[in-house]
């Protein structure tokens, strides 16, 4: 995402000088939203089903996954739209891979680290 949102700022760039001004209005505007000083009502919709019946296996597997991150992503939405616009904006692709590598492993570290006390912790809670 990051190399492909260096790619297309390069390309927008090269068509107009607006993608400095553009991108750095959009990051204020959501900044701005995100503190909740404004309320953008579209940023702020919510979809949720229930499943009566619960699919096992593999498929089961994906689809709480994709329903996951459905919910996931208005927490990150913001955070990580404001790290793509910034690497659309840069001159290389590298900027792009690593900003979106560093937010990467900062939002997968509590990940793993949950899934290796997560034993542990049902231990606890059975005792």
Known sequence: MGASASYLGQ???SISGLDYEGGGVLIIILGIHFTGIINIPFLQMEKRFEMRRKPLGYAGSF???VAFAAGWTPCIGPILSTIL???STTKS???GILLLTYY?????IPFFL?????????????E
């Not at 949950?114 to 059975?126: D, E, G, W």
């Open 114 to 126: 949950s899934s290796l006390a997560f034993n542990s912790f049902l231990s606890a809670l059975i």
């Open 63 to 65: 689809l709480v996954g």
């Open 104 to 108: 990467s492993i900062g939002l997968g």
């Open 11 to 13: 390309f927008i760039g």
């Open 93 to 95: 692709f590298t900027t």
């Open 85 to 87: 616009i910034y690497a």
